[in-house]
């Protein structure tokens, strides 16, 4: 499995775009790469998931470059609610479960 | 409806006593997991369980045990539940994009 590499923190203010850049120097060519947001005591949720480029969805969107060794999960104009814990994810679809979870971001959005 | 459910949500137990935690899902779909969360870390996978005939060692999977009744639940059950396993359990799902959804999360203590 591709071992990530994210920092452990980042601070912003409401209304900045705020971007976490996940290291995965060892990704494999059928792994895809999935970030997920956590609040806490909650359940992780899905944001959003790519193979290659750009994908953006109504929530973020998120740049691979083409050599795919990082990836950047880019969150326009965060609002207070946005302070959470993202986890950057790499594995082949078919393989979940095997997913190991970081400590992820923890990202604070003040006023 | 939540797409996963997972009771209790809270429950405390004491040292030795068997405990069960279920989980059951909308979705449809076939792969189900249990993580488990300590404070300020991220998720680690218990069990894993691809179908109603496949069930999966995880990372951390000594004093647990799972059951799959059916394609929708899968449990979670500690034969002789210890302090230290005192932590957040969470349940998910996962179709075969990889996209997961997870559960509320059961809050265990273990006095």
């Known amino acids: 499995l591709a071992k990530t590499t994210q920092p452990i923190s980042m601070d912003s203010y409401e209304g900045q775009e705020v971007n976490i850049t996940c290291s995965h120097n060892n990704i494999a060519t059928n792994d895809y790469i999935t970030w997920y947001q956590q609040f806490p005591s909650q359940g992780p949720r899905f944001i959003i998931q790519?193979?290659?480029t750009k994908v953006t969805n109504e929530v973020a969107s998120l740049f691979i470059p083409a050599d795919r060794k990082s990836s950047t999960l880019s969150l326009p104009r965060v609002s207070l609610s946005d302070t959470a814990v993202y986890y950057c994810?790499?594995?082949?679809?078919?393989?979940?479960?095997?997913?190991?979870f970081g400590a992820g971001t923890q990202v604070v959005v003040t006023p | 409806d939540a797409d996963v459910t997972q009771t209790p949500r809270n429950r405390i137990t004491k040292t030795g006593k068997r405990i069960m935690l279920e989980c059951s899902q909308t979705k449809g779909h076939d792969r189900m997991y249990w993580y488990r969360q300590d404070p300020g870390l991220g998720l680690q996978l218990i069990y894993y369980s691809f179908d109603v005939k496949d069930i999966n060692k995880g990372e951390i999977s000594d004093g647990y045990s799972v059951s799959r009744q059916a394609q929708a639940k899968f449990s979670l059950s500690l034969e002789s539940a210890i302090p230290n396993q005192t932590a957040l359990y969470f349940c998910?799902?996962?179709?075969?994009?990889?996209?997961?959804?997870f559960g509320q999360g059961t809050r265990l203590t273990v006095v």
């Open positions: 994810l790499v594995a082949p679809t078919d393989s979940w479960g095997k997913f190991q």
């Open positions: 790519g193979y290659k």
């Open positions: 998910a799902t996962s179709g075969p994009r990889g996209e997961a959804f």
